[in-house]
């Protein structure tokens, strides 16, 4: 999967989240990311928001502290 789909729908994750009440949202997109996606994905979108993450939201990249990333 190509990285713009990927940032397009964390950043849609991240907005369903950001609407609901709490402080725990970065975690809960994490969840959401580590329950649904796989682990392909997860290490793709970790990799592009280490290398620049330009266009990921910030609530996306707070996220990516809590993401199951897979070892190689």
């Not at 190509?2 to 969840?31: C, H, W």
């Not at 290398?51 to 897979?70: C, E, K, T, Y």
Request: some cysteine; aromatic content about 10%; hydrophobic content about 45%.
């Amino acid at each position: 999967m190509q990285p713009d789909k990927l940032i397009m729908m964390a950043n849609q994750i991240a907005t369903y989240f950001q609407s609901q009440p709490g402080t725990d949202q970065a975690e809960r997109v994490a969840a959401h990311l580590n329950d649904f996606w796989e682990p392909s994905m997860r290490a793709k979108l970790f990799a592009y928001c280490q290398a620049d993450g330009a266009g990921l939201s910030n609530l996306a990249r707070d996220a990516m502290a809590f993401v199951r990333v897979p070892v190689d």
